[in-house]
DNA sequence: TCTTAAATGATAGTATTACTATTATATTTA
DNA sequence: TAAATATAATAGTAATACTATCATTTAAGA
């Protein structure tokens, strides 16, 4: 459903009930997002959350089997998004080249602006994926949530990406890997620079982790 | 202190007593290697370590903070042991292309092999840290750890393949982001060809990791 | 508009987790 | 042999991660 008033829809295997379809549903999303980018991931309760947005933590379990049911879920709406914006950039570029670059531009930049689609911060999001994002699949459970389709959406952004690169080059043998590692790595290469800097090169006034995949992929390429 | 009898060190900031130093300790170890790699690190706990290695979870408290303490303890020896695997493997190699080679492989190749150095089982070890490690830095406490030198065995083999690096291609600007992309993107692809095969390209009977970070690093570098 | 169904709020309760504390008993070291 | 140190055994606490119940509000259908 794509419209201008744009909507992102996720699967149905993400929630109970759909946070989407009340007012409380929204307050939850909204105030989650506020409150794992706070504490983080690992002091954000839905106790805290209940708190937070003035309802008890039993209505909060109407609509997510537990908090990481709920990181899942906001991890497929930013797939989705991000699956959204890159059919947006991509619409009527014909050049496989260029194609690749504006796609890479989206998986790559920081998200500045703030869309604000409906009730989600998008760029508290990202920070969000950023730093937490990994924790929704390292887990004992992620063969039967994938079996479920919880991160079709995520595949479906690297499956998209990966076909632009076989029109860049049809026999590379590796898109999937490519694509995904230079998604990961973007992320990975972001959280380094604000938490472990000797890991990566950050330089002044200049977005180093942007050139480096962007570069890095055409090589691959070539 | 790397001598024919191999034991590695890591720093006194990642234990309350060393584990290395008792009965035990060993055990604590041991047992934990075990246990989170049946359990994963979420269901892990002190309490049933100590059901495992038959000792009350308090005494495991005299050695570790937490847990998440004991996962930081267990990934700087693992990167203690690699750096001690990467001198081994370039040593008396001077030409700098092979140099990289051997270090890739080090850090790319499944470890197999189980070295059995004392009371660690590095493969299993190494299967902790493709499916846990990044929990150990993702967490709300990793700038105060990292002031602590927590990460600096990590830190220490990303600064030698750097410099490696450096040496094939002395003009080459991100050394680190480099090195720290192919260890993230090798551990990531090996935990996404278990539990998210959408995501990477696994080829039958062949290490297309191995082989697809191998050729990355030689073309960026190119 | 009245009736019923569905969603929410308020509250309580349980097992487990993540610790801390205390004391007795081994074990090691001086 | 005494003194210091480490471990075992046990208990206890606050918080977490839920589940359950029931009254009340809100929404939807006839």
Known sequence: MKSPKVHIDVSKELFLRNPDSSELGKRIITGSIDLINELGFELFTFKKLGERIGSPESSIYRYFENKNGLLIYLVAWYWSWV?????????????????LKRAIDVLVQPVL????????????????????????????????????????????????????????????????????????????????????????????????????YTEMIFKVLA
């Open 83 to 99: 699956d959204y914006k890159l059919a947006f950039a991509i619409t009527n570029i014909t050049a496989p080249k260029e194609k």
């Open 113 to 212: 602006v703030d869309y604000s689609i409906l009730h989600v911060n998008e760029t508290m999001l990202s920070e969000i994926i950023i730093k937490e994002s990994v924790k929704a699949y390292h887990t004992k459970e992620v063969d039967d949530q994938n079996k479920k389709g919880c991160f079709s959406q995520y595949k479906y952004v690297v499956k998209r990406v990966s076909d632009i690169i076989l029109e860049v080059n049809p026999t590379f043998e590796y898109p999937h890997m490519l694509v995904s590692t230079i998604i990961e790595g973007a992320h990975q290469q972001r959280y380094f620079a604000d938490h472990l800097p000797a890991l990566t090169n950050v330089k002044q006034n200049h977005d180093a982790i942007g050139d480096f």
